[in-house]
């Protein structure tokens, strides 16, 4: 995982494109998105179009989603278990249409769970701290 990314969080989506391509030129291959920047689509647009374009291979980028809806929750069918996603995910690993897959905010309990089940062990766990939300629980 590229270990500088760009947030697309409060970009007009006029100018998500053009940014993104140039991003893209200057190197960039980790890309932080949300549902609820509402800009989705013109990053898969301008995704779309480096990957047609040979600016860039489709397994050469990274994108990290969250699934979190307007009122910062989890906007999720919790029906499906995590460990069914992770299974899911493995297969497009296993398909080729992903690298290598990863976690988000998974504390050691979780983490641990998705050690034992996992053929395909995660890559990264992407931890969001900062001043303001320190997560010393999932670093430690």
Known sequence: MPSIG?????MEKSEVHDIIINSIKLGYRHFDCAADYKNES??????SKATNT???????YSLLVSA???DSVLDIDTTISLETTWHAMEDLVTKG????????????FLTRDCLAYSKVKPVVNQIETHTTMPTLNAII
Do not use: C, K
Not at 6 to 10: I, P
Not at 42 to 47: D, I, K, M, P, R
Not at 98 to 108: C, L
């Open 6 to 10: 760009l947030g697309v969080w409060r």
């Open 42 to 47: 013109q990053v898969g647009e301008a995704l």
């Open 54 to 60: 040979g600016l860039v291979n489709r397994i050469d």
């Open 68 to 70: 979190l809806a307007d």
């Open 97 to 108: 249409f992903v690298r290598s897959i990863g976690i988000s905010n998974y504390d050691i």
